[in-house]
């Protein structure tokens, strides 16, 4: 478009990327809590890039006015959001959290949707509505056939308050005679996963993206891959009960489960272990519970541990040397 620049993401490393980022955002020499605050920032803006990337973006449309912006030299924007007095680091937070939200609606994909930051929810309007959500869930019948295949609506179970949410691709034959996610024999090892991290099962939430069992007509047993337009139909009800939680932190189980998140990727076994940003949410890509109960080398045990070590220290857990040192070769 005339009345804009279109910017290639460039670089295949947070630090190669970081050189092409406007003069005042790294290097300079302020004091530690606006580095801190301007580090994060960066680091939102670089993950956003790298969702962008890996849903096959190559270029993002920026104005000419937000390059001007971006272009000022960081002294100048920190005078003007910082108020200099003793309580000054909570409006600087606030200043720089607004422009991240800012930043990641810039360089959004065109008809992606980037949740602004929201005051905190009242604790019983947001039991409420949780509860209002899984009713609806519950009486779903967007998708017929799934409908009159289901014995239960497999809507999620943890705390609404977690900070970590696994999300998995839809329910299995126990999932929906139990009506709860994760209790067959991959939901077992996942709850093992969760307890070597530190905590209970209850301590997290964990969903899937569908709600229903894929059908398998013809079938007495197994399981299928849900269908992107059956995906693409029941997410909504995943984005509200991720907006509702608020997690710090999303785990993707399985290649289906990414893909159902970010669209089209590279493959499971090259994106396990990056970043990536859903719904303004650090989003940690891993093999799903099943891949390790079929492949039990330890090698792919440490593969999902060191995703889970790398969770925890997102999350500002405390991390032990004999976790460090879980699945390691003697």
Known sequence: MSNEENTQIRGSS??????N???GWHGTNYDDAMSDAYSQLLDATIQHLEHLKSRGARHVSVSPETLRALAQPAKSQIEKSVVPAPTARPPMQSAISKSAAEQASLLALPGETVPSEKPPLDPQMKAAAFAALRERALACVKCPHLASSRKTVVFGVGSIDAQLMFVGEAPGADEDEQGEPFVGRAGQLLTKIIETMGLQRGDVYI???LKCRPDTPGQSAGNRKPTPDEMATCIPYLHEQIDLIRPKALVALGAT???GLLGKTIGITKLRGTWKTYRGIPLMPTYHPAYLLRNQAMSEKRKVWEDMLAVMEKLGMSVSQK????F???
């Open 14 to 19: 947070p630090l190669a990327r970081t050189r």
């Open 21 to 23: 980022f406007p003069c």
């Open 207 to 209: 969903g899937n993206i």
């Open 257 to 259: 489960a990414v893909e």
């Open 323 to 326: 976790q460090r040192n879980y």
């Open 328 to 330: 390691l070769k003697a």
